[in-house]
């Protein structure tokens, strides 16, 4: 959510002249993240956020539009796509890169959960990957397994001899897991993969929306599960899980879908996969960042922190 493109008044006016959506009245850039480039767009009608896509292509992105138009529709509190009111399309362009105009959620983004807050995204993470069992296009989770082989050889070398060992042992092990038939059994679907204590927003304790699905994929649902378990359940200082947390997360997803046998036997592996894959990608942000107006990259060690307590303690399930 860095600015990367520069996009003036008159651009942005001009925006306003595809879309239903009022007169324009003001353009903010929204600082934090490191993918794309994205804007505080404020008409007459109201509040709504505009996304420059810098690294996704426009061969990806309609799955990902397409998807939060899906949920949306399905009654799923999450950005819904505006059109062009001439083409129909939603995925429109600005400054010369693919762009996308939604509404801007209501809430704010509850950034010291308690258990309360952990089990609506967990009741909620549930119904969003049933309502997106019927959604009809396919692309993988482009930050999956492929992408962690791909990309461990070009931060290894900025590591010390300790740290090239944990990275290197634990890929190891995921390459492994994922190719066990516990592993092949696991349910999948259209997944977030990214849903962190920022891309969430409450209103006190109610749960208003997710967002931000442009990491979204088809991966195992309990991948997806894993990386809210390894944000919003744990110590942040240390890494460690925050069992209360973690047991309400866990028993508000499974009262809309229970897990699996193979998903209960493959949790902790899952786990230890979220942690590695946001591990890798802030070493890779970190070590080799894009220029950006506003961009503060993430510090890699707190996921090295998380992976190494996931290795050394397992979650246990309740019955």
């Known amino acids: 959510m860095a600015v990367f493109t520069e996009v003036s008044e008159k651009e942005a006016r001009e925006l306003l002249r595809q879309l239903p959506l009022g007169t324009f009245q003001s353009l903010r850039g929204i600082q934090g993240g490191i993918e794309n480039t994205n804007y505080f767009l404020t008409t007459d009608q109201g509040e709504w956020v505009l996304t420059l896509f810098e690294r996704l292509t426009a061969q990806q992105l309609p799955f990902y539009l397409h998807l939060m138009k899906h949920l949306a529709h399905a009654g799923i509190p999450v950005p819904d796509p505006q059109a062009n009111r001439q083409t129909g399309d939603i995925l429109l362009r600005v400054c010369g890169k693919p762009a996308a105009v939604v509404n801007r959620l209501r809430g704010s983004s ?25 959604f009809g296009r396919q692309q993988p989770n482009l930050r999956g ?42 349910p999948r679907g259209p997944v977030h993969a990214d849903l962190f204590r920022d891309n969430v927003m409450f209103e ?34 240390t890494g460690a899980h925050d069992a209360p947390r973690a047991q309400a997360m866990l028993a508000a997803y499974q ?65």
């Open 145 to 186: 397994l492929p992408w962690w082989n791909e990309t461990a050889p070009v931060v290894q070398p900025y590591l010390d001899g300790a740290l090239a060992e944990l990275l290197q042992s634990e890929l190891a092990f995921q390459n492994h897991i994922a190719a066990s038939s516990a592993y092949a059994a696991l």
């Open 204 to 237: 006190g304790e109610q749960l208003t929306g997710f967002f931000d699905f442009y990491f979204a994929g088809v991966d195992t649902w309990l991948f997806d599960l894993a990386v809210c378990l390894n944000d919003w359940c744990i110590d942040h200082a």
């Open 110 to 134: 509850q950034l010291a959960p308690a258990p309360v807050h952990c089990a609506a995204v967990g009741e909620m993470l549930a119904r969003m990957h049933l309502a997106g069992r019927d």
């Open 255 to 319: 009262r809309v879908r229970p897990l699996t046998g193979a998903e209960r036997e493959l949790l902790n592996a899952q786990l230890r996969a979220s942690a590695l894959r946001f591990w890798i990608s802030r070493l890779w942000d970190f070590y080799l960042p894009r220029e950006a107006a506003l961009l503060t990259p993430h510090d890699p060690r707190h996921f090295e922190r998380v992976l190494r307590q996931r290795i050394a303690h397992p979650l246990s399930l309740a019955a």
